[in-house]
T-cell receptor
C-alpha cells in the first residue's frame, strides 16, 4: 500500500492553457474525491466517484473543469482555459465504500496560473 | 451550508500540551475529524470521532466532543517540534454525500 499518489506535484501554466492532473488512489479503494485548497483555507469538495461513476459535483466545479475515472482506478482532473483564480492546491482522496468515513489524501498538485 | 471554524494560530513550548479548538454548525454531523498538514504536503488523517462519543484517546492525542455546544477539540500531550503543522477540523454530514467540510485550519508552532 503506497498511499494516494498525484502527478504532477507542481504545475505552472499560462492563463488560457489547459492542464490535466492525475490521481492514483489506494489500490483497493473504490471511492475517489477531488478537493481544491486555496492559500489559508481548508480543502473544498469538488467531485466524487464511486468506481467509474461520477456521483457528485460541487457548484465550485465550473464547466471548464472535467473529471474522469474511466476504469474505476486512477482519475484525471482537467481544467480548460485556465484562469488566475484557478491557482490552488488540488487534492485527491480515496476511501473504501463501507468505511468511507476514512478518507486518505494524496500530496496534492499545486497549480500556478500566470 | 456547513460552517466549521477554527482559530488561526497557536504557539506552545516543546513538552507542553497543545489544545486546538473547532466549532461546527451542523448538529447532524456523524463523524468529526482532525487532519494534519505539513508544509507542501497533503493531509494526514490523525484521528476521528463518531458523534455518539464524547472522548477518544489515541497515544498523545485526545479528542473531546461537546455536541451540545458543537465544539470539538484536539489535545496533543508532550508537544514536539515535529508537531508543528496546520491542523484541520472536518465534519461529515449525512445526506450531503461523501464530502467532508473542513475548517480553515490552525497553524501550530512549537517553540523549542
Amino acid at each position: 500500500d503506497t498511499g494516494v499518489s498525484q502527478n504532477p506535484r507542481h504545475k505552472i501554466t499560462k492563463r488560457g492553457q489547459n492542464v490535466t492532473f492525475r490521481c492514483d488512489p489506494i489500490s483497493e479503494h473504490n471511492r475517489l474525491y477531488w478537493y481544491r485548497q486555496t492559500l489559508g483555507q481548508g480543502p473544498e469538495f469538488l467531485t466524487y466517484f464511486q468506481n467509474e461513476a461520477q456521483l457528485e459535483k460541487s457548484r465550485l466545479l465550473s464547466d471548464r473543469f472535467s473529471a474522469e475515472r474511466p476504469k474505476g482506478s486512477f482519475s484525471t482532473l482537467e481544467i480548460q482555459r485556465t484562469e488566475q483564480g484557478d491557482s490552488a492546491m488540488y487534492l485527491c482522496a480515496s476511501s473504501l465504500a463501507g468505511t468511507d468515513y476514512e478518507q486518505y489524501f494524496g500530496p496534492g498538485t499545486r497549480l500556478t496560473v500566470t | 451550508g456547513e460552517d466549521v471554524e477554527q482559530s488561526l494560530f497557536l504557539s506552545v513550548r516543546e513538552g507542553d500540551s497543545s489544545v486546538i479548538n473547532c466549532t461546527y454548525t451542523d448538529s447532524s454531523s456523524t463523524y468529526l475529524y482532525w487532519y494534519k498538514q505539513e508544509p507542501g504536503a497533503g493531509l494526514q488523517l490523525l484521528t476521528y470521532i463518531f458523534s455518539n462519543m464524547d472522548m477518544k484517546q489515541d497515544q498523545r492525542l485526545t479528542v473531546l466532543l461537546n455536541k451540545k455546544d458543537k465544539h470539538l477539540s484536539l489535545r496533543i500531550a508532550d508537544t514536539q517540534t515535529g508537531d508543528s503543522a496546520i491542523y484541520f477540523c472536518a465534519e461529515k454530514v449525512p445526506n450531503t454525500g461523501n464530502q467532508f467540510y473542513f475548517g480553515t485550519g490552525t497553524s501550530l508552532t512549537v517553540i523549542p
